[in-house]
């Protein structure tokens, strides 16, 4: 199992009602199809073999006989097989008819999974032919296709890398599904057979169960529903192929096809079992969990070393989608950071805050929040102080913008040059002002963060911080300088994000003249500007030629701090996400780079000001990241040396 991932798939066949011997033709077929393409399991809608439709013919000895033989085929054909196949089919046991799933591999049936809850409403009549889970007593085995097989609810199939457990359709309609406590007893991938009908609003209603209910066990969920086939009388059957992960959609299939479908994608098992680590709440709903015992079957998982994946890795995590979803998004983020400000203002009985304003996209930021802020406060912008000071690296281009832009969203704006104090500086602790070192850098860092709390102190404001996740995570802050404030509303905003909500804001919610100097803001190159312009007075420190692409850091701290990934996979899901943007000995460069910045610059997160949390990911010291300083990152870099 390569990085953890699983490969499965639901398959949707064509299918006639009652004829047993077409039916396992085309589930041969699926299974030998998935088989080639790397699948590892296979689901099949329920009753598949037979057919969902057959009504009162379900009591036809020759249907229950044909079913049965027809199986004994398939099982035949596809014993050289290392696929695992899940298979719904009716089941004779102790003088009763069950709707079962057969679970089979290489030849052997592995367990037969009956169903718990018969839906008996409306068009549903499954009591009629079919008796529930719940008549069969602890550890029955029923003879069937020349096999002893267990027969129950309680089963779970066990490999070194993957524990699955099964339901079938009504069941997870059900208000506590079998799959909960499936789950609960180690389930980390729920397979379910299906026959749903289709009427209106019905298929979204659906999605939104099967994802909270893939969500709510922190486990995959591979759904298989009757296609084209099986619509016959009064129903439609539409043929749902969908693969969940923790609530995310990760494949689908086509809706209304007339043909049969496979639909393939990876589950990422490891992954499923860091966020039960550290989700408490899921290890103490097993310690309070008082289920029977369990029947676990050992499979074989069969897996490529080499497996492609085909779900999509987004290489902007932190970005959602375009469209409608990003500006919601971005609404909610903004609404978010006002929301905390407001909060630390009103506490505080604060009228006036004081920000740093570079022409940069944080400190815009920073500012745009201010603005909405005060805004909502019902406050007067003019207590908003907005200070620029010019230092030895300034560039027009960013000069103009910060006063540009404070003076149409009509802030208080003060310059304090910063030239001559830092000369001072650098003249009493002996620094060459020719030599452009640390020194050279902090100390003007340092000089702007002076005047800021020294005018908020003389005001009676808060210095509000600028400084964004993306630079606390790589240490890219001077200690003591640019990395302190009062609060700071950029915390958990990923460098990635920022721009698109400069650009969101811009759109939405400012005048004319402020969304032409913010778009120029946004194609600035991001800079300290602490090294002075080339001679044509360009920006010439460029932080992405210093640290790296900030697209490439915020995937990695992404995937490390998400899902606690370990470097060799972080490394092998970038080179599919940035696939023809970045070769693969820049995208090691970086990785490098990344995990040893990350835990050399710990110490700076440790005292961090406070700022809201906006997202899955903080690196808060008082929230969702505690770090000694002093941890060693040798294991990490060891393994960044070995891809």
């Not at 006989?65 to 089919?89: P, V």
């Not at 009908?197 to 922190?218: D, F, P, V, W």
């Not at 420190?541 to 697209?551: A, C, F, I, S």
Request: with cysteine.
């Amino acid at each position: 199992m390569k990085y953890g991932f699983v490969k499965v798939a639901a398959a949707v066949p064509a299918l006639k009602v009652a004829d047993c011997q077409f039916n396992v033709c085309e589930t041969e077929k699926l299974i030998v199809e998935a088989e080639n393409k790397g699948v590892q399991i296979v689901v099949f809608p329920e009753l598949n073999i037979t057919g969902y439709s057959c009504g009162d013919l379900f009591a036809q000895n020759l249907l229950l006989e044909q079913a049965e033989m027809s199986l004994m085929q398939l099982l035949q054909n596809t014993r050289q097989l290392d696929i695992i196949s899940i298979i719904g089919i009716p089941l004779r046991v102790s003088s009763m008819l069950f709707n079962c799933a057969v679970v089979f591999q290489r030849g052997k049936i592995l367990a037969a999974v009956p169903k718990t809850y018969l839906p008996n409403y409306k068009e549903f009549y499954e009591k009629r032919w079919f008796a529930p889970a719940t008549s069969l007593s602890e550890g029955v085995t029923a003879r069937f296709c020349g096999q002893q097989v267990p027969v129950g609810t309680d089963v779970l199939f066990e490999s070194a890398d993957l524990c699955f457990g099964i339901e079938l359709c009504e069941d997870v309609w059900a208000p506590v599904p079998p799959s909960s406590a499936l789950a609960l007893k180690g389930a980390e991938v729920i397979f379910n057979l299906s026959a749903d009908t289709e009427n209106i609003g019905k298929h979204q209603y659906l999605r939104s169960l099967l994802a909270q209910q893939s969500a709510r066990c922190l486990a995959g969920y591979v759904f298989s529903s009757c296609g084209f086939g099986e619509s016959t009388t009064d129903v439609v059957f539409a043929g749902n192929g969908l693969i969940y992960e923790n609530g995310i959609l990760l494949a689908a299939s086509e809706r209304f096809s007339f043909s049969e479908q496979l639909v393939v994608s990876e589950i990422d098992v490891e992954r499923l079992r860091t966020e039960r680590i550290v989700n408490t709440t899921f290890s103490e709903s097993i310690r309070n969990f008082k289920g029977g015992e369990t029947v676990r079957i050992p499979v074989d998982l069969c897996s490529e070393k080499d497996t492609v994946l085909t779900r999509p890795v987004e290489p902007h995590p932190f970005v959602p989608c375009g469209g409608q979803l990003l500006d919601d998004r971005c609404e909610e983020i903004f609404s978010i950071q006002v929301a905390g400000l407001a909060k630390r203002l009103v506490h505080t009985h604060a009228s006036k805050v004081v920000v740093g304003i570079s022409g940069g996209l944080d400190s815009t930021l920073a500012l745009l929040v201010c603005v909405k802020t005060f805004d909502k406060l019902g406050l007067s912008r003019e207590g908003i102080v907005g200070i620029t000071m010019p230092g030895f690296g300034t560039t027009d281009r960013t000069y103009h913008n910060a006063l540009s832009l404070m003076k149409s969203l009509q802030v208080t704006t003060l310059e304090i040059p910063i030239r001559e104090a830092c000369i001072q500086h650098f003249k009493d602790i002996g620094q060459d002002m020719a030599v452009h070192d640390v020194t050279y850098e902090n100390g003007q860092a340092r000089e702007r963060t002076q005047i800021l709390m020294d005018y908020a102190n003389k005001t009676g404001g808060l210095v509000i911080g600028t400084g964004d996740l993306s630079e606390l995570a790589l240490g890219w802050a001077t200690y003591n300088g640019d990395h302190m404030s009062m609060y700071a509303v950029n915390t958990s905003i990923p460098k990635t994000l920022v721009r698109y909500l400069v650009n969101w804001v811009a759109m939405t919610g400012v005048d004319e003249e402020s969304r032409a100097t913010l778009l120029d803001i946004i194609d600035t190159p991001i800079s300290p500007e602490l090294i002075p312009a080339d001679e044509n007075g360009n920006i010439k420190q460029k932080t992405e030629d210093l640290v790296g692409p900030y697209e490439l850091h915020d995937f990695f701290l992404y995937h490390f701090m998400r899902y606690g990934s370990r470097p060799a996979k972080i490394y092998y899901l970038a080179q599919i996400a940035f696939k023809g943007m970045y070769d693969d000995a820049t995208i090691k460069k970086w990785l490098v780079n990344f995990c040893r910045r990350f835990f050399n610059q710990q110490f700076k997160r440790s005292c961090l000001p406070d700022g809201p949390k906006v997202g899955s990911v903080s690196l808060s010291p008082r929230g969702d990241w505690r770090m000694p300083s002093d941890a060693s990152s040798a294991l990490w870099l060891q393994e960044c040396e070995q891809l």
